[in-house]
């Protein structure tokens, strides 16, 4: 077994602009960050040529791996082109954006190659503020699933999670704080239909962003 770096960090990376501010914020937090992307059968899978290209910016090692068995084990919006995407979160429980397991598999997946790695620091750019309330997202799941990896693979984690308390417009000052706002606003890809940047609009991952970004925009130019 390799020994564990403290100084290192892994970062769950998607090229989106949480990760890409979770990035940013591990570069300043351990001496050395790597990255680490998946194909999942997204459909926005643009998404990992623009977390390559943010990851060669960034100066960091970047992974790629293929588990795109996860579209084939749920249904979902994101991967099934013949549902209709939810607009708004159902009463009931969260939309059909929703992939099963998503970060149950990305995390575990991640804290294998951390291990070969050395590497015992996890970030993901998850976040319960989010408007869909996504049940992978939440401080629970997080912390159980950081106890579950300690336990099953007899190592030390620490998974971070720097935006889970703090909404969109906090997270686009926080990228702001770490001097790559205008990185994060023009090259990266939160859109659901591919769509660099601002997005496309209309999918509830761009309005969400849209709406975080109007809202510190609005405080940012009032203090200045």
């Not at 708004?88 to 598999?105: I, M, S, Y």
């Not at 106890?147 to 997270?171: C, Y």
């Not at 601002?198 to 761009?206: K, Q, S």
């Amino acid at each position: 077994m390799k020994p564990i770096n403290k100084e290192k960090a892994l970062v769950v990376f998607s090229g989106g602009q949480d990760s890409t501010t979770c990035l940013f914020w591990a570069k300043k937090h351990f001496k050395t960050v790597e990255a680490l992307t998946f194909v999942y059968g997204q459909k926005h899978v643009k998404e990992v040529e623009v977390a390559e290209a943010i990851a060669r910016k960034a100066g960091v090692v970047w992974h790629k791996m293929d588990v795109s068995f996860i579209s084939q084990l749920a249904k979902n919006s994101l991967t099934d082109s013949s549902i209709t995407m939810d607009q708004e979160k159902p009463a009931d429980g969260p939309p059909n954006t929703f992939v099963p397991g998503r970060n149950l598999f990305f995390l575990s997946i991640a804290a294998v190659l951390a291990r070969e790695r050395g590497i015992s620091h996890l970030v993901t750019g998850v976040s319960e503020t989010d408007f869909s309330g996504y049940p992978d997202c939440r401080d629970a799941f997080i912390k159980s699933l950081n106890v579950s990896l300690n336990l099953g693979m007899d190592e030390q984690f620490v998974i971070h999670t720097p935006l889970m308390w703090i909404d969109k417009a906090r997270t686009w000052a926080l990228a702001d704080e770490l001097r790559v706002f205008e990185l994060v606003r023009a090259r990266t890809l939160t859109c659901y239909n591919g769509v660099v940047g601002d997005g496309c609009g209309e999918c509830p991952a761009c309005k969400l962003r849209q709406k975080g970004l109007e809202k510190y925009l609005a405080t940012r130019n009032t203090e200045a």
